[in-house]
């Protein structure tokens, strides 16, 4: 196919342009609704020029809904902070246990290695709500329910697959004989890993500690059965929008809005080793 | 007491379902002081093991390693004193060419201005003076491996292993460098160990060469050692430009010694005296026995044989002559020119005392006389 002839170009940029509105349009409304008041977002037929108010985010971040039926309590700025300390307490848990097994994984072979990293990785396959019964009747014997430490720790399930797959693909792309001489040089086998092929591997390990990140962010189920109000992230949060008086369309697009925020700046920083990271892990293993 | 001791050592490689690998077998090996050392054989022979057993990145399977009378083969590699240059190259990709070079003196706290005339000269030597401030990645393969070259050199260490340390090179810098390393190695006394397929090369640069085959050493000497005096079929066949011609011969008793024969065409008669207790032995227990005679040992021209031309190559310097002898293909090299062409019958001369005798194991009973 001609790339470059007029109509390929423009046929190239109508296929685009659909694309784009098909996946852009929702967003797109979210962010106009998150303008709107609850009526202005409830009429029919809807409009696209409106007055906007910033109401919904001062309801936000003031924590006060104010409602036909009275004023409510709003904790989102409280889930907001729970989902940053979870996410990134996930991901660094699972960089500390995960860069270290990848290692070991891409490059010493040991008896059911094999079956161990693939029994991990199906930790991704299995549906949550599988291990979400069980999970809740342990975490309550444990004292672990509406805890931190627990949800970090069921969180392991979607970062350190993630990361151990992705990392180890990058590890066996690095040259076991880098490391070798580098210990040759007089260093010791932690000091190999530490100072050669981490730092080698550094892009790999960035790219799957921000792609847990997003999956830690964005997780619902998990949060929403284990833990509590004043413990539950963003995407928990959301719920209490559906008030006794009415859904509060205006608020839960503001929500969203400042949840997704932080994840979308953080893919579109970093989205060239998000793109490498991804295909590598694809390929590799 | 050598410079570098390896004793009875084996090396077994496991993986799962499959049966384990033996890579090295009961290897003995005793490297001296100031020697250069060249393990040549086909790939997988078991060179790289050996190499990799010493440098401590694979263990032995069984045996013994010592390395200035330490005994190493427990030791991690950081505390065997020995420097290597990677097939791979291996380099520090963050690093550039004068840091890569410069690593291990750094992490020996020798002083900044040492360690830069150290780094400089040995630039010098292997040519890469121009690249020093380049990364790995915008390096040629052949850049690269001199790079890695330098950065095994530059050390302080009891022990060189170098693994095809210059199949990178076009061949006149490597013949240049060649001559450099050996000049250096030779200067500053050092033990070096080279892996290599190549017989020019290892005849270039080493004082002993070890032939390895399937894991065993098959002979370990200098190059007219194994030249003249192999120790087997595989090292006689092995070992030599064109190989060596071997010929399949009936053995009978006779006068004096033993006829060897192809046919009618061709007989030998070797004397009794020319054979030690085992030769005599081996000859008077076979039938048949194997017999090889060099290329360069055939003269052309004269003589009782035939040789019917099969191809005749004038390569500037030498002719290649191919022909068919009694059932077997000849290759004889003569430093003239030869007017034949193929089809042609031509006069050939096979002396007997220019045989290799070889016995139903395959090792040699009776070496060609020395010329």
């Known amino acids: ?285 | 007491m050598g410079m570098l001791e390896i004793r009875s050592v084996d090396k077994l490689y496991h993986s799962r379902g499959k049966p384990p690998v033996h890579a090295v077998r009961a290897l003995d090996m005793e490297v001296k002081q100031g020697e250069i050392v060249a393990l040549l054989g086909s790939s997988g022979c078991g060179k790289t093991s050996t190499l990799r057993m010493i440098a401590g990145f694979e263990s032995v399977s069984a045996g013994s390693i010592a390395l200035a009378q330490r005994p190493i083969h427990d030791l991690p590699p950081a505390k065997r004193k020995v420097a290597m240059a990677f097939e791979g190259y291996s380099l520090y990709p963050p690093l550039t060419v004068r840091e890569n070079i410069g690593f291990a003196l750094k992490a020996q706290q020798l002083s900044r201005a040492e360690i830069a005339q150290r780094v400089d000269s040995i630039a010098r030597l292997v040519e890469i003076e121009d690249i020093l401030d380049h990364h790995p990645r915008a390096l040629s393969g052949g850049q690269q491996q001199r790079v890695s070259l330098a950065r095994a050199l530059v050390r302080d260490a009891d022990l060189y292993l170098l693994d095809e340390p210059m199949g990178q090179l076009e061949p006149q810098l490597r013949a240049v460098l060649r001559g450099r390393i050996k000049g250096l190695l030779a200067e500053r006394g050092m033990t070096a160990i080279f892996v290599t397929h190549d017989q020019t090369e290892a005849s270039a640069l080493a004082d002993r060469i070890a032939v390895m085959e399937d894991g065993v050493l098959q002979q370990f000497g200098s190059e007219r050692e194994l030249k003249n005096r192999p120790a087997n079929l595989f090292v006689a066949s092995f070992i030599g430009e064109p190989p060596m011609n071997l010929l399949d011969m009936a053995v009978a008793q006779e006068e004096g010694g033993f006829r060897l024969s192809v046919g009618s065409d061709l007989a030998f008669h070797i004397s009794r005296q020319t054979l030690d207790v085992t030769g005599q032995q081996a000859l008077v227990q076979a039938e048949r026995t194997k017999v090889g005679i060099r290329p360069q040992r055939i003269a052309i021209g004269s003589g009782e044989a035939r040789l019917r031309i099969v191809s005749n190559q004038w390569l500037g310097d030498q002719s290649h002559v191919a022909g068919e002898c009694a059932g077997h293909l000849l290759v004889a090299v003569t430093s003239g020119k030869i007017a034949a062409r193929p089809g042609d019958i031509v006069p050939c001369a096979l002396e007997a005392r220019n045989l290799h005798i070889f016995g139903a194991d395959g090792v040699c009973v009776r070496h060609a006389e020395a010329r």
């Open chain 1, 1 to 285: 196919m001609d790339h470059s002839s007029l109509a390929g170009r423009i046929f190239r940029g109508i296929a685009l342009a659909l694309v784009l509105v098909f996946f852009m349009f929702p967003i797109v409304w979210i962010l106009l609704m998150s303008f709107q008041s609850n009526e202005q977002i409830l009429r029919i037929p809807p409009r696209l020029l409106f007055e906007p108010t910033l109401a919904n985010y001062e309801a936000l971040i003031s924590g006060q809904l104010k409602t036909a039926a009275g004023n409510l309590q709003l904790t989102f700025m409280r889930n907001l902070m729970n989902s940053f300390i979870l996410s990134s307490a996930s991901v660094i848990l699972a960089l500390l246990l995960g860069v270290p097994a990848a290692y070991a994984f891409a490059r010493f072979k040991f008896k059911l290695g094999e079956t161990i990293a693939f029994t991990l990785l199906s930790f991704r396959f299995a549906p949550p709500l599988l291990v979400l019964l069980p999970l809740s009747l342990y975490y309550q014997q444990l004292g672990l329910n509406d805890t931190y430490f627990g949800i970090v720790w069921v969180y392991q399930l979607i970062a350190l697959p993630l990361i151990l797959w992705i990392v180890r693909g990058y590890f066996e792309d690095i040259s076991p004989d880098i490391e070798h001489a580098y210990r040759l040089a007089g260093h010791s086998w932690r000091e190999a890993f530490t100072r050669i092929a981490v730092p080698l591997a550094g892009p790999g390990i960035a790219a799957a500690g921000l792609l847990s990140f997003i999956f830690c962010w964005n997780n619902f189920v998990f949060a929403l059965i284990l833990a509590s109000a004043d413990k539950q992230p963003v995407t928990v949060g959301a719920l209490a929008f559906v008030t006794a008086s009415g859904i509060q369309y205006g608020q839960i697009a503001a929500a969203i809005v400042l949840s997704v925020t932080p994840t979308l700046l953080l893919a579109l920083y970093a989205q060239r080793y998000l793109v490498e990271g991804l295909s590598l892990g694809a390929v590799k293993g």
